[in-house]
T-cell receptor
Framework: NAGVMQNPRHLVRRRGQEARLRCSPM?????VYWYRQLPEEGLKFMVY????????ESGMPKERFSAEFPKEGPSILRIQQVVRGDSAAYFC?????????????FGPGTRLTVL | AQKVTQAQTEISVVEKEDVTLDCVYE???????LFWYKQPPSGELVFLIR??????QNEISGRYSWNFQKSTSSFNFTITASQVVDSAVYFC????????????FGKGTRLHILP
């Protein structure tokens, strides 16, 4: 059973471009969480999605950031018009259900660098 | 409010010494989970342990041990006979049962094991 997959592992964008980060959860997992790790910081929750639904986006910046988890395909975190402050590692995690009984499995992360 | 505090920003010890990483948490919930993750220089997150709030037994896994004290809201992590490969950033984290399982991370402790 493959783990959580994220691609690309490294992404370089110039200011003003768009960044698309992909997360394929573990097989059988229908819950996806995105976290951001700024340099020298801990991870901070951004958004929690189930298939086709955003459940909690309380950690998402109000502008330029969006996330989706379609019925088919990976979850996508999209950052429009990137700025230098968006440079960070973005981790996704998946779990089979919610309710606190299941561990979240983390992907290897995508390291975004904005020039 | 949920909060995880890792007061030690950076620790250096000589190989074979024991080292304890401190973690103090805040929560209003009676049911919650505590975690420790390791982030080696390669950047991925390595899950170490998850402990629920009703299980205060200390746990030992090889050279690693964890001391959960509800009375002081602490979940400390000890590495015995440290090795250079233990050098990493270690994160303590909290998840509340009624908060969609999002994980709240501390800022991490950077551990240097000197040969």
């Amino acid at each position: 059973n493959a783990g959580v997959m994220q691609n690309p592992r490294h992404l370089v964008r110039r200011r003003g471009q768009e960044a698309r980060l992909r997360c394929s959860p573990m097989k059988g997992h229908s819950h996806v969480y995105w976290y951001r790790q700024l340099p020298e910081e801990g991870l901070k929750f951004m958004v929690y999605l189930q298939k086709e639904n955003i459940i909690d986006e309380s950690g998402m910046p109000k502008e330029r950031f969006s996330a989706e988890f379609p019925k088919e395909g990976p979850s996508i975190l999209r950052i429009q018009q990137v700025v230098r402050g968006d440079s960070a590692a973005y981790f996704c995690a998946s779990s089979p259900t919610s309710g606190g009984h299941n561990e979240q499995f983390f992907g290897p992360g995508t390291r975004l660098t904005v020039l | 409010a949920q909060k995880v505090t890792q007061a030690q920003t950076e620790i250096s010890v000589v190989e074979k010494e024991d080292v304890t990483l401190d973690c103090v948490y805040e929560t209003r919930d009676t049911t919650y989970y505590l975690f420790w993750y390791k982030q080696p220089p390669s950047g991925e997150l390595v899950f170490l342990i998850r402990r629920n709030s009703f299980d205060e037994q200390n746990e030992i896994s090889g050279r690693y041990s964890w001391n959960f004290q509800k009375s002081t809201s602490s979940f400390n992590f000890t590495i015995t006979a440290s090795q250079v490969v233990d050098s990493a950033v270690y994160f303590c984290a909290l998840s509340e049962l009624n908060r969609d399982d999002k994980i709240i991370f501390g800022k991490g402790t950077r551990l240097h094991i000197l040969p």
